[in-house]
């Protein structure tokens, strides 16, 4: 999507660990990326990584109590 000449970019891209090492660094030159692990954690600590990615920790705090 464009606007006014410039290619809009997200602030950030939060993925899988699921995604191939191409698709990855695809991303990684579009926004600053975090890849989320799949096996053997629960969502809780999924959210944790990715707030503290976003330096939101204390937000998904709160969403976990």
């Known amino acids: 999507m464009s606007y006014c000449g410039y290619i809009d970019r997200p602030d950030a891209i939060i ?3 699921q995604l191939d090492s191409s698709e990855k660094a695809e991303l990684i030159d579009i926004a ?3 890849f989320v692990p799949t096996e053997n954690i629960g969502w809780r600590d999924q959210l944790k ?13 709160q969403w976990i109590q």
């Open 15 to 17: 993925g899988t660990d």
């Open 32 to 34: 600053p990326s975090y």
């Open 49 to 61: 990584m990715i707030a503290q990615f976003l330096d939101r920790k204390e937000k998904a705090e």
